[in-house]
């Protein structure tokens, strides 16, 4: 897909920009035209003769030649690119580029590019978890920035944490995935299912839990720039849906998501259940807040709520597809295996509490899909975008079968 795109790879002063010799070849390899802009200390941790020779193009590191006086433009180089990629980005030049500072070419390029840019983030864990760092971060996140999230393990400092730089493939593949712009999906309508439901106690109370939504939503992007129409029953969540494709129905409580499920199901080709639906509700929702007793222990009734996949699954028309989630935490395979079974799901997608970094919460999700036809296919752990794109990529080949 990287077929002729010029690729800016701007190179910021961390240990990670060692990798960077390796995603700028697999970045031509894809066939992309690359350029490397990089900071000063970038040049301590790579030299721009490696960059140079794997890219077969200069590399710039100042504003101008200091032999000859030639102007490196800023302005050209975010002209030229399709898409910037700044790699690894440290926490330095992160809270450069949410503040504006333009002390350096990649900046400049920064603050002058029209096109996409990307960042892989690179750092020590403390660093990466510092409030500054994510309010930084969630700045370049609202002006449009694509972050490739870092993953977890082990850090330069000897500490092991999220902070090191996604691998290069990863990063490649990203890249990659942003400029394909399959419309398989085209004329299908898909309805999701996505974060929590909250079961009211009282006027101020309920019972939830941590699901984010991220990965429905992400499911949700990913089939919408395929070419679906989609239908998104969203619980509480604080994420935001943003293709044009989508239509949002927001819903508070397991009954509320099932009526809408419901409603909708009819009409879909393709249904995800991906909510975290509380399996029980209070038997009453006190019309009141609830007040302190003096002494002893509270009890609170518990009713059943339904099973939404459970009655889509019962309603499933001819060529229609659906999917759900597993969380589980013991004996996954079996456990997931048989919700399959039991909900009358195509294939369930598998997270396993056992994995770091997977699942509730988390920005990377580490999944396994188990099919109906008894098949397992197993898959990396990789940011929540990208294993979207893979379970996508499954269901257009099941549906395609
Ligand atoms: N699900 C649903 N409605 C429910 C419960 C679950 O639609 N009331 C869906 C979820 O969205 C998910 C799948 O069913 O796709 C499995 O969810 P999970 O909570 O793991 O299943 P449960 O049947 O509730 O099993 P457990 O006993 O493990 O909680």
């Given at each position: 897909m990287l077929n002729g795109k010029h690729i800016l790879l701007g190179i910021t002063g961390g240990i990670a920009a060692y990798k960077c010799a390796a995603l700028a070849r697999l970045l031509?390899?894809?066939?992309?035209?690359?350029?490397v802009v990089m900071t000063p200390i970038a040049r301590q941790f790579v030299t721009p003769l490696t960059m140079a020779t794997v890219t077969k193009n200069p590399i710039v590191v100042d504003f101008f030649d200091p032999e000859n006086g030639a102007w490196n433009s800023h302005v050209s180089l975010g002209m030229w690119a399709d898409l910037y990629l700044i790699a690894p980005a440290t926490a330095n030049s992160i809270g450069k580029m949410a503040h504006g500072v333009?002390?350096?070419?990649?900046?400049?390029?920064?603050?002058?590019?029209?096109?996409?840019?990307?960042?892989?983030?690179?750092?020590?864990?403390?660093?990466?978890?510092?409030?500054?760092?994510?309010?930084?971060?969630?700045?370049?996140?609202?002006?449009?920035?694509?972050?490739?999230?870092?993953?977890?393990?082990?850090?330069?400092?000897?500490?092991?944490?999220?902070?090191?730089?996604?691998?290069?493939?990863?990063?490649?593949?990203?890249?990659?995935?942003?400029?394909?712009?399959?419309?398989?999906?085209?004329?299908?309508?898909?309805?999701?299912?996505?974060?929590?439901?909250?079961?009211?106690?009282?006027?101020?109370?309920?019972?939830?839990?941590?699901?984010?939504?991220?990965?429905?939503?992400a499911i949700a992007e990913e089939c919408a720039k395929r070419g679906a129409k989609v239908k998104l029953i969203a619980g509480p969540v604080s994420v935001k849906a943003v293709h044009e494709n989508i239509e949002r129905i927001d819903v508070e409580s397991a009954?509320?998501?099932?009526?809408?499920?419901?409603?909708?199901?009819?009409?879909?080709?393709?249904?995800?259940?991906s909510a975290a639906v509380a399996d029980y509700r209070p038997a009453t929702m006190a019309d009141h807040k609830i007040k302190r007793e003096k002494t002893g222990a509270m009890t609170i009734e518990l009713v059943p709520n339904p099973d939404i996949a459970a009655e889509l699954g019962k309603m499933k028309?001819?060529?229609?597809?659906?999917?759900?989630?597993?969380?589980?935490?013991?004996?996954?395979?079996?456990?997931?295996?048989?919700?399959?079974?039991?909900?009358?799901?195509?294939?369930?997608?598998?997270?396993?509490?056992?994995?770091?970094?997977?699942?509730?919460?988390?920005?990377?999700?580490?999944?396994?899909?188990?099919?109906?036809?008894?098949?397992?296919?197993?898959?990396d752990l990789k940011s929540k975008v990208l294993v979207a794109k893979d379970i996508i990529d499954y269901t257009i080949k099941k549906l395609n079968k």
């Open positions: 031509v390899k894809k066939g992309a035209e690359v350029k333009a002390d350096n070419l990649l900046l400049t390029s920064y603050l002058s590019a029209k096109c996409p840019v990307f960042i892989a983030p690179a750092m020590d864990l403390d660093m990466y978890a510092h409030p500054t760092t994510t309010r930084n971060l969630e700045t370049l996140k609202a002006d449009g920035v694509h972050i490739v999230e870092p993953e977890s393990g082990f850090l330069a400092s000897g500490l092991e944490g999220k902070g090191r730089m996604a691998e290069p493939e990863t990063i490649a593949e990203a890249v990659d995935a942003f400029f394909e712009e399959k419309q398989d999906l085209a004329g299908k309508t898909v309805v999701i299912t996505a974060g929590p439901t909250y079961e009211k106690l009282d006027p101020v109370r309920f019972i939830g839990n941590y699901s984010s939504g991220k990965m429905g939503f009954l509320e998501m099932r009526d809408a499920a419901v409603r909708l199901a009819n009409d879909a080709d393709i249904i995800v259940l028309k001819d060529g229609q597809l659906i999917f759900g989630f597993a969380l589980e935490t013991n004996d996954e395979q079996f456990n997931a295996t048989g919700k399959c079974e039991r909900k009358n799901f195509d294939f369930i997608v598998l997270n396993s509490l056992n994995d770091k970094n997977a699942g509730f919460r988390y920005d990377t999700n580490k999944v396994t899909i188990i099919d109906r036809d008894g098949s397992i296919t197993p898959y």
